[in-house]
Every structure is written in C-alpha cells, then in structure tokens.
C-alpha cells in the first residue's frame, strides 16, 4: 500500500469518481445494506477503510457521531472534505494504517469495494482487529471471487480478483473475530458477465 500512497493512483479519478453509474449503484446498495444489517448507534465512532470521496460516509453519517474517513489517495479524501453534508461529521486521515496504526479505537469499522486493493489481506484484517473497541464490529462488502474480468488488464493497484467467502471466513477467525456472516447485498452486470458483491459482518 504504501506505493500507491507515494503514486497517488487515484488523482486523476477523483473529480469525475462520483458521477459513475456503478459507483452510485454500488454505493447505494452496499450503504443501504450497512444502514439497515449494522445497529449503528448516535453515539458511535465509525472508522470508513477505503473511504475515497465519502459515497458510503453519506449514508451512514446521520446515523452516528463521527465517522473517521481512512484512504490513502489525497485527492479522493479532498473531494470528500469538500462535501457539505459530511462537514462536522467527518474527518479524514490520509495515512497507511496497515504501516502506520491510528491511536484510536472504533466502535465499527467498514469499508466498500477497497480491500482488493490491500495486498496484505491478514495484515488488514489484524489492523481492524486492533482498532475495534472491545465488541465492536466490521461490515466489509467487496467482490466475490472472480476471473480477474471485473477491472481493466491494466488497472494498476488490484491485488485480488475478489476474494473466496470460506477463505475470507477462516481469515477473520484466524485474527479473532468472531459471529461471521456473509450476505450478498448486490450483483453487477458488466459485459454478459455477473459479479456478485458481498458484505462480511463480524464481531470482536
């Protein structure tokens, strides 16, 4: 990650992000998914991993205190800061936290379509581990396991095509988290081909 963080790989995506038809699509179900699945509280700390402009940070914003916007693209973290809606609500840490752990713990963490672009899947998992609060949650939604279709051949930082739940599953226990459950919370059809999204829940 820390390559991607030094070669800012979104900057040239971040003006235009928003305005895709999947992105709001994706976001819209997978945020839709986490508001209704997740017992958001109003006096919970919700770290975003992943949080690029903040599409998943509007939809849970109104149901908590503050939300911590994670990434390491300083431009997607711009667009997001720029949004009055998340003003007062959100903040935004431009920072690896996988070499660089944050002093802070959360009630919930999650995190939208980022973690196929995380190398180190155990070493992410073992970072939220450590940032939850005792009984705190993740709510993690990305591909399933997939042929390697869904992003272009020369998409740079893509580190898995999607991940395989019972693997994913064992991994997470692995760390310690524990009461996991999976549910697809939408598919995406793309060139005749169909690439369902799941979200994992788990508890510390």
Known sequence: MSDLFENDLFENKAEDWDAGDMKQILSQAIGGAMVQEVS??????????????????????????KIMAVDISPSMLERLA????????????????????MDEKFDVIVSAMAMHHVQDTDAMLQRFYEHLQGG??????????EDGSFHPADAEGVYHDGFDRDALQHKLEQVGFQDVRFETVTTVFKDDKTYPIFMVMAFK
Not at 95 to 100: E, V, Y
């Open 136 to 145: 705190g949650q993740v709510a993690l939604a990305d591909l399933d396991a």
């Open 82 to 101: 720029a949004k009055p809606e998340l003003k007062g609500k959100v903040a935004t840490v431009c920072q690896d936290i996988l070499d660089c752990p």
């Open 40 to 65: 958001f509280l109003p006096t919970q700390h919700v770290m975003d991993f992943g949080a690029g402009t903040g599409l998943i940070c509007s939809a849970i914003a109104p149901h908590v205190q």
